[in-house]
């Protein structure tokens, strides 16, 4: 029966999945021991995840696949990727192969400038503030010198404060917008350390103003925290070859740069279909953020932030034709980071960073750019040809094999017969049963 219980987190990781069968498994008692086939062997490997959150029961496993042939400003890359959907790093591969042929990728980082903000509120005389800030910047600034002293010392740090007025959207609020550089790391909790710094100096030193006595109103901190929407921190990835070298099959390639144009059109234009284009987009991107233990949760944020820049949600990536050239490209703000938090951590996402030749932050923005555009163009190149659930049901056959627990003979039989007929589920299904019953 469902309960609720105290003290949770004090019990040990047998005592709380006791407390789980009893309370929400009565009825499942494989679960117990779905739940410990998943631990570790290794008791050290064990213990490094289970203290990377509270509560920690198991492990849940996502396949660590690799897109080989990613050919990025003449480097070649094999992309990890960590996603659970069929036909992502095929479609990966697929697209590297493809550009690979056809002069690789290009990507360049625009800008690497990440924020945060100290939101407060001050209903007094909106000069006096100023000049209170005026004078205080100096002194924010010192407040954080011992925080920043190693982010310095390699050319990163707080590059500015601004006192910002946004009382024409919300009453008396005004914002102390912050901007960092944090070279290859992440750099949250740095950024989140110097806002809560900044807002103790801040409110300490209001509190000796003396024009802030003599009014009712003070300026006082609501809260600070880093900003995920990143527009100031950005990658773009390109490619581009002559139309005559995109025919596909019997399709010509001005035929099918035509219909690729007009696919990211329609994406630029129409909500519902941008919101699914740029999902194939991130497909990619958060494969590869996921494999190198950055935040995707962060990333997803700032970009479909990003997506609506222009007022309204649109695709993330660009196409043209000109001069019987054909033009694809991506632009995206990426905060990632290659030291500190899982990257220095997690065994896996270690590797993941060896494959790609232990990047910086800006090589990672790059390669992930990448690994978005590349998805994007395998998924419309699907689209306006054969459509896209030719290639996504070859890839999920297998699952649905596995879903019926066929055998090694019966997946090897049930293969060679796909390979020309239609995949659907009860095409599978009735393959099987029939097999089954001779
Ligand atoms: C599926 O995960 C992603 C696609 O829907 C993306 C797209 O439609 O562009 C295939």
Known sequence: ????????????????????????????????SILKQYWNTNEGLQQLHDDFIENTLTNYYLPFGIAPNFLINDTLYAIPMVIEESS????????????????????????????GQIHM????????????????????????????RNMKKRGGGVLDIEL?????????????????????AMGANFINSCLEQFAQTFEAEADRHGAFQEETSFPKVVMSILSNYVPECTVKASVS??????????????????????AVQIAKTETRRAVTHNKGIMNGIDAVIVATGND??????????????????????????????????????????TVGGLTSLHPMVKVALQILQ???????????????????????RSLVTTGIQKGHMKMHLMNILNQMDASTEEKEKAEKHFQDAVISHSAVTDFIANLRAD
């Open 1 to 32: 029966m469902c309960a609720k219980i105290s003290g949770f987190s004090k019990k040990s990781k047998n005592e709380k999945i006791e407390w789980l069968a009893t309370h929400y498994l009565e009825e499942h008692p494989d679960a117990i």
């Open 88 to 115: 992502v790093v095929a479609a990966a591969s697929n697209a590297a192969k493809f550009w690979l042929q056809r002069g690789g990728f290009n990507a360049e980082v625009i800008s690497t400038v990440k924020n």
């Open 121 to 148: 509120n001050y209903y007094g005389n909106a000069d006096e503030l100023q000049h209170f800030f005026q004078k205080v910047k100096p002194q924010l600034l010192d407040s954080v010198l011992e925080l920043q």
């Open 164 to 184: 910002i007025d946004s009382t024409e959207a919300l009453e008396g609020y005004y914002q102390l917008h912050c901007t960092f550089e944090t070279l290859d």
């Open 241 to 262: 070859c002559p139309v005559s070298e995109l025919g596909q099959g019997d399709i010509e390639g001005d035929e099918f740069a035509e219909d690729f144009v007009r």
């Open 296 to 337: 995707f949760r962060a990333v997803e944020a700032g970009v479909h932030a990003y997506a609506s820049r222009n007022g309204h949600y649109e695709s993330l990536t660009t196409a043209s034709v000109k001069d019987g050239v054909f033009n694809f490209s991506i632009e995206v703000p990426l905060a990632l980071g």
């Open 358 to 380: 232990n990047p910086s932050a800006k090589e990672l923005m790059k390669i992930v750019a990448v690994a978005g555009l590349a998805q994007n163009f395998a998924a419309l």
